[in-house]
T-cell receptor
Framework: KNQVEQSPQSLIILEGKNCTLQ??????????LRWYKQDTGRGPVSLTI?????NTKSNGRYTATLDADTKQSSLHITASQLSDSASYIC???????????FGTGTQLKVEL | DTAVSQTPKYLVTQMGNDKSIKCEQN?????MYWYKQDSKKFLKIMFS???????INETVPNRFSPKSPDKAHLNLHINSLELGDSAVYFC????????????FGPGTRLTVL
């Protein structure tokens, strides 16, 4: 069964600190892995898309890593800001197509 | 310069009513989607259209009927609304080739009383 599980479910950190979010997946065959950010009351916005050949990809203070052997990905956020408070969702397409399987999400809150 | 837009943003209605949500994208994409996000924030695909043709139809009650008048629009009509239909509905669009990156609209929060 294609599944995407994320941890932790929620996280609170102080502004300026770093954090790492985890994603484990069983979706097969693998095509690409995406991280989305969803602010409260808004639609998800893509942060990174990684293919099988990429094991790390950055977008500003966001760095995603991929280990296709262990079927794990992480999203590292550096020097967190209040605006990073959001839900972060790990997403994989099924069978390389456009039908996406969404993870359970990690709710991040950055505090002063 | 809105990419994917939805109307209305909020919809409050009584059980048994029929309502529609509209979606438009100006990205020139060929494929559009409807997702439902429940109270636990889990996103689930409902439908997908490619060039006005239905290509994904998940296990959704037939009270939900998508309609695509052209490839830039995908509307969602819901008949006989039930309490369990309360959720946030997102429209999205993508190109017709990999990696099929999807761009989401702002969502429509539907509340059925």
């Amino acid at each position: 069964k294609n599944q995407v599980e994320q941890s932790p479910q929620s996280l609170i950190i102080l502004e300026g600190k770093n954090c790492t979010l985890q994603c484990n997946y069983t979706v097969s065959p693998f095509s690409n892995l995406r991280w989305y950010k969803q602010d409260t009351g808004r639609g998800p916005v893509s942060l990174t898309i990684m293919t099988f050949s990429e094991n790390t990809k950055s977008n500003g203070r966001y760095t995603a890593t991929l280990d296709a052997d262990t079927k794990q990905s992480s999203l590292h956020i550096t020097a967190s800001q209040l605006s990073d408070s959001a839900s972060y969702i790990c997403v994989l397409p099924q069978g390389g197509g456009n039908k996406l399987t969404f993870g359970t999400g990690t709710q991040l809150k950055v505090e002063l | 310069d809105t990419a994917v837009s939805q109307t209305p943003k909020y919809l409050v209605t009584q059980m048994g009513n029929d309502k529609s949500i509209k979606c438009e994208q100006n990205l020139g994409h060929d494929t559009m989607y409807w997702y439902k996000q429940d109270s636990k924030k889990f996103l689930k695909i409902m439908f997908s259209y490619n060039n006005k043709e239905l290509i994904i139809n998940e296990t959704v009650p037939n009270r939900f009927s998508p309609k695509s008048p052209d490839k830039a629009h995908l509307n969602l009509h819901i008949n006989s609304l039930e309490l369990g239909d309360s959720a946030v509905y997102f429209c999205a669009s993508s190109q017709d080739r990999g990696p099929y990156e999807q761009f989401f609209g702002p969502g429509t929060r539907l509340t059925v009383l």
